[in-house]
Each structure stands twice: as structure tokens, then as C-alpha cells.
């Protein structure tokens, strides 16, 4: 017998998941939607620590069904971005008790927002041209560095460096 609270736990959920998802998830649709839909319902309510069974029931799903959307959906984030963020927005909102995009309904908070998220952009794009720029310093010396690894015995790193610097009249 299932307890009013966890019904109600999982109603919740199922809220939140067809509002980001733009899906039904109790229903028998097969499209990819709505199936990444009850993989992510499947994750949370798995990690709160539910049974296999007890999710399968909500979802009119077997148990086995349960067990391959958990085992599955972890390998599909790294090929849908997308789903991901479905899947973050859809646990914070479970987690935090809140409607999915309500903390962007002002414009005031959309701008502030969107301008967080073009200095983080532009943060982002200065690391990459600085990493860019190491790289083509290590690049032009990576012929040296590959023999001074492949030479250089574990524990001998301190001596190599002082024969490079006497080398170079650095001591």
C-alpha cells in the first residue's frame, strides 16, 4: 500500500517533469519525450530511494522497465546536452519545492540573467584564447618535453632540472 505522501511526492514530480518536458508522462506514448520524461521521473524517485516496483506502478510500468531507464539515462547525458539540463531543472525544482521557471518570470531577473550568463560567456571565451596561447607554447617545445619525460627516472625530476638550468647558465 502506497502512503498519501509519497503519492503525493510523485504527482508533484510528474508536474514538474510534463511541464519541462512539454509531456504526459503516464501515458502509453513511445516517443522520445516522453520516454527521457519517465527515465528522469524513474532517476529522482530511485535516488529518494524508492522500489523499483513502487515507481513501475505510478508509471504503469514493470519493474525491469524501471531498472533499464535508470541504468540507461546516466549514458545518455553525455550525448543530450539538453537532456541534462531537463533532467537538473526537473530535480531542482523536485528538491527545492518550486514550479519549473519560476525564477525567471520578471523581466528584471531575465535581463540580469541574461547578462550573468554573457560575462560567463565571455570569461569562458578569454580562457579558451589564453589556453590556446599555452598551447601553442608547449607545442613548439613538446619534442623536448617527450624525451625529457621519457628519459627522466621517477625522483631524478629535481636533478634534470638543475642540469637544464646550468645548460642554460640560469645558476
Not at 13 to 32: A, P
Not at 136 to 148: A, D
Amino acid at each position: 500500500m502506497i502512503s498519501d505522501k509519497i503519492k503525493q511526492e510523485m504527482k508533484d514530480l510528474e508536474e514538474i517533469i510534463n511541464k519541462v518536458f512539454c509531456v504526459e508522462i503516464i501515458s502509453d506514448v513511445r516517443k522520445r519525450d516522453y520516454v527521457y520524461g519517465r527515465m528522469v521521473f524513474s532517476n529522482i524517485m530511485r535516488d529518494r530511494g524508492h522500489r523499483l516496483e513502487l515507481i513501475g506502478g505510478f508509471l504503469n510500468k514493470d519493474h525491469s522497465t524501471i531498472t533499464y531507464y535508470t541504468s540507461t539515462l546516466s549514458h545518455l547525458y553525455d550525448q543530450d546536452p539538453i537532456l541534462m539540463s531537463k533532467y537538473l531543472e526537473c530535480k531542482k525544482c523536485f528538491n527545492d519545492g518550486r514550479e519549473p521557471g519560476v525564477y525567471m518570470t520578471t523581466e528584471n531577473s531575465m535581463k540580469n540573467k541574461l547578462i550573468q550568463l554573457q560575462a560567463d560567456l565571455d570569461s569562458a571565451l578569454l580562457d579558451k584564447q589564453r589556453l590556446l596561447a599555452e598551447q601553442e607554447k608547449v607545442k613548439r617545445l613538446n619534442k623536448i618535453i617527450k624525451i625529457i619525460n621519457f628519459n627522466t627516472p621517477t625522483g631524478q625530476e629535481d636533478d634534470v632540472e638543475k642540469k637544464i638550468q646550468r645548460m642554460f647558465n640560469l645558476i
